[in-house]
């Protein structure tokens, strides 16, 4: 069975009715909420949604406009789950029962749907989105506390520097929305994984933390100082806690993880057709090697071979 895809725009709908349009679709696909606007075009907004059973991902783009769940709507349109939001550019505020949070671009606001709130964009704005539901974090071990902490909005990962790996992921999950939903659990148990290594890296489990960190690696492959140093700060743990995780499950410290990776990746490329009229060396620098030599040798030491053995014809 397919991914559940749905996709909407306001741009193909008369102006004096976009809200009204917009109001019902979040009701149907998301949340019961209000919306408004006071730019002189009117609201022009798009979103697609993923439902991944466990959970769904939502792209939310748009031009200034704020959402409003009242009261009201937590008591006739109910939704149980926490939301956490990343809003990837753009500055935002988010009013609730006991003050203003502020979010600009890179920061991820983590919430509960049952109580009421006023999700206020005061530009242009993109913003990722996972619903969570009730019943899946109450299944899960280490965050089935998480809902009764959730008395207040939380910022967490500041500066968006721990949500990298988390929106690697979902950017995967909706680049690959084409494929079978068979793979639906493994990607819901990955983006659960990061979001929880996001919001309380105490918390999360071993496997957990390294889902999050393999994302952020693969995420940032190709930039030359990349280091386990760094990805252990973005989620939120030591390195040298990081690499016992790494060694316990792969055998292998993150460095030489990093540099595995590469390796097939420059591989991939070195093997592929399309890439003939690449020359070795740019395709080094790509994958984060210092120099051709320096991939030279180390692919040697991993396939037995040198880098243009692999190459077609």
């Not at 959970?55 to 939704?79: C, K, Y």
């Not at 242009?124 to 009730?134: G, H, N, S, T, V």
């Not at 084409?178 to 493994?186: A, E, K, Q």
């Amino acid at each position: 069975m397919a991914n559940r895809i749905s996709v909407a725009s306001t741009l193909d709908v008369d102006p004096d009715d976009r809200i009204s349009y917009w109001e019902q679709y979040n009701a149907q696909e998301l949340v019961g909420l209000r919306c408004s606007t006071y730019h002189d075009a009117g609201l022009e907004a798009s979103e697609l949604n993923l439902d991944l059973g466990a959970l769904r991902i939502a792209q939310i783009q748009g031009n200034p406009h704020v959402i409003d769940r009242s009261r009201e709507h937590v008591r006739d349109a109910p939704h149980g789950s926490v939301f956490l939001t990343h809003l990837v550019s753009g500055t935002a505020f988010f009013v609730h029962a006991d003050g203003c949070l502020r979010l600009g671009a890179g920061d991820t606001i983590l919430y509960d749907t049952s109580r009421p709130y006023l999700f206020g964009f005061d530009s242009a704005m993109r913003q990722l989105l996972l619903d969570i539901p009730k019943e899946t974090l109450s299944s899960r071990e280490g965050l089935d506390r998480l809902v009764p902490a959730l008395a207040q909005p939380t910022l967490v990962g500041a500066g968006g520097r721990r949500a990298t790996a988390l929106v690697g992921l979902i950017q995967a999950a909706l680049a690959g929305r084409d494929g079978s939903g068979d793979s639906d659990r493994p990607v819901a148990d990955d983006l659960l994984g990061a979001a929880q290594a996001l919001w309380s890296p105490r918390a999360a489990s071993g496997a957990d933390l390294r889902r999050a960190a393999v994302a952020e690696i693969r995420a940032r492959l190709a930039d030359p100082d990349l280091s386990a140093e760094r990805v252990a700060a973005v989620v939120g743990v030591s390195d040298r806690h990081l690499n016992r995780l790494f060694v316990a499950d792969e055998g292998l410290t993150v460095t030489r993880f990093v540099q595995r990776e590469r390796l097939y990746a420059a591989h991939r490329d070195l093997a592929d057709p399309a890439c003939a009229g690449i020359r070795v060396a740019d395709i080094a620098a790509r994958w984060g090697f210092s120099s051709q030599a320096h991939l030279a040798r180390a692919f040697g030491r991993e396939f037995g071979c040198r880098p243009s053995e692999v190459r077609p014809g």
